[in-house]
């Protein structure tokens, strides 16, 4: 069985932390995939080099996106190291 952990980076202490930084402390604490509504990080960071997936949720309404749970949940069993994918959210 896969255990699932999510956490947010403020719980972790990372709310400061902006892209490449918050991604490299996820990748350092062992993270698989990185959650996010930053559509831009495509194109603020060079991603080839990571070693943890990220899927970027195209909205940032929490209502859309727990209707959408089971794409999300779809999106991170998918993911694999150094992938990317976007999730449409209607």
Do not use: C
């Amino acid at each position: 069985m896969i255990e699932h952990a999510v956490e947010t980076a403020y719980e972790r202490g990372w709310s400061e932390l902006q892209n490449g930084a918050l991604i490299a402390a996820a990748e350092a604490a062992g993270f698989e995939v990185f959650i996010t509504t930053d559509r831009n990080l495509k194109y603020q960071q060079n991603l080839t080099a990571r070693t943890l997936s990220i899927v970027v949720l195209l909205t940032t309404s929490w209502p859309r996106i727990q209707a959408a749970l089971p794409k999300v949940i779809a999106a991170v069993e998918r993911a694999v190291s150094g992938g990317y994918e976007e999730v449409h959210i209607g």
